[in-house]
């Protein structure tokens, strides 16, 4: 089946659900929090969307300033479509879109961590992430 891939086209919060239900990211994302993820949809300034028919079977929702740094923050693809070439063809869509020079940053599922070096990332040693405010240590503050 053919695969059709749309730049900001619009979808809905059961779609995104939906989709992410299939693949190994539904486990890490807030699926049973419609707000949370209609705010994920309105505040990403780039969505690649892919399409089988009327079925969504992929989106890449990245945040970026198109110039610098574009951090692709949900790569999903639906399990009964995965191993199409629709991931790197989401990736290549959303690269598509920056300007030249303009570095892909993403964090990988513990289950694709070996797909990346696959395409040609490489594993950045110094990324650190905070999950909250409560984990901010205040009293080494100078």
Partial sequence: MTTTFLVNHPITTAQFAALLAQT?????RP????????GMLDNANLLITAWQGETLV???????????????SDL????????????KALIRETFLQLQPGCKLILLAAPQAVAYYP?????????????????????????
């Fill in 76 to 87: 999903a693809v639906a399990e009964s479509v995965q191993g199409q070439g629709i991931g």
């Fill in 118 to 142: 696959k395409l040609g990332f490489s594993q950045h040693p110094s990324a650190w992430v905070m999950s909250s405010l409560d984990e901010l240590v205040l009293d080494e503050l100078a």
């Fill in 58 to 72: 992929g989106v890449a929702r990245s945040v970026t300033d198109f110039h610098f740094c574009c951090y692709l």
């Fill in 24 to 28: 190994s990211l539904g486990a890490r």
């Fill in 31 to 38: 699926l049973d929090h419609p707000a949370i993820l209609q």
